[in-house]
């Protein structure tokens, strides 16, 4: 299970932190990412980070703005925004790589979190 | 990483089978076997229901099935039902070690 926190109202130019907090499996062995929805858009990968920390990459379009860091040791993983803009504004999703029947470890994401919405507004 | 395309909209009648299309280029569909899709109702979040472009997650409906040539990955549908109305997204990993999701395909059942 995935449940993502942190989200609220915050005003261009803010920050904020998004948490993903994860139950029922080994957090430490699973790449994990963050996906955004706008209001009545489509889906946008945002960023990524592996099992271990090593790896992190993000979205062009966010141009080092946001910054995604895990403790494994919790199980959660975290969204650092700063800068906020308006086009921010959405549904953030948190979602883990998908074990197959098979005990592979995928390139779908399921689970996924209910998700947190972040509003920016002026 | 511009998105992946997809019909805005797709529709059938009840019992029909539907295809939803999705192009990319060589830099993500057409470069690895890692094409997902995701149906999502309104107001929840998405579902898998195809991984690593033809397979099917346990508990999904073998009414879904998926397919690629080359740089444009596919989604069928088979004996459409009314549960099946929703948003569908395709999602590709890249060369880059991203992923790119796709426009969203709306689909209606008649």
């Known amino acids: 299970q995935l449940v993502e926190s942190g989200g609220g109202l915050v005003k261009t130019g803010e920050s904020l932190r998004l948490s993903c907090e994860a139950s029922?499996?080994?957090?430490?062995?699973?790449?994990m990412i963050w996906v955004r929805q706008a209001p009545g858009k489509g889906l946008e990968w945002v960023s990524s980070?592996?099992?271990?920390?090593?790896?992190?990459y993000y979205a062009d379009s966010l141009r080092g703005r946001f910054t995604v860091s895990r403790d494994n040791a919790k199980s959660v993983m975290f969204l650092e925004m700063h800068s906020l803009r308006a086009e921010d504004t959405a549904i953030y999703f948190c979602?883990?790589?998908?074990?197959?029947?098979?005990?592979?470890?995928?390139?779908?994401?399921?689970?996924w979190g209910q998700g947190t919405l972040v509003t920016v507004s002026s | 990483q511009s998105a992946l395309t997809q019909p805005a909209s797709v529709s059938g009648s009840p019992g029909q089978s539907i295809t939803i299309s999705c192009t990319g280029t060589?830099?993500?569909?057409?470069?690895?076997?890692?094409v997902s899709w995701y149906q999502q109702h309104t107001g929840k979040a998405p579902k898998v229901v195809i991984y690593?472009?033809?397979y099917r997650p346990s508990g999904v409906s073998n009414r879904f099935s998926g397919s690629r040539s080359g740089n444009t990955a596919s989604l069928t549908i088979s004996g459409l039902q009314a549960e099946d109305e929703a948003d569908y997204y395709c999602?590709?990993?890249?060369?880059?070690?991203?992923?790119?999701f796709g426009s969203g395909t709306k689909v209606t059942v008649l």
């Open positions: 060589s830099s993500d569909v057409g470069a690895h076997n890692y």
């Open positions: 690593d472009v033809t």
């Open positions: 999602c590709s990993y890249t060369t880059s070690s991203t992923y790119v």
């Open positions: 979602a883990r790589r998908l074990l197959s029947d098979y005990g592979v470890i995928t390139r779908g994401f399921d689970p």
């Open positions: 029922g499996f080994a957090f430490n062995k699973f790449t």
């Open positions: 980070i592996s099992s271990g920390s090593t790896y992190m």
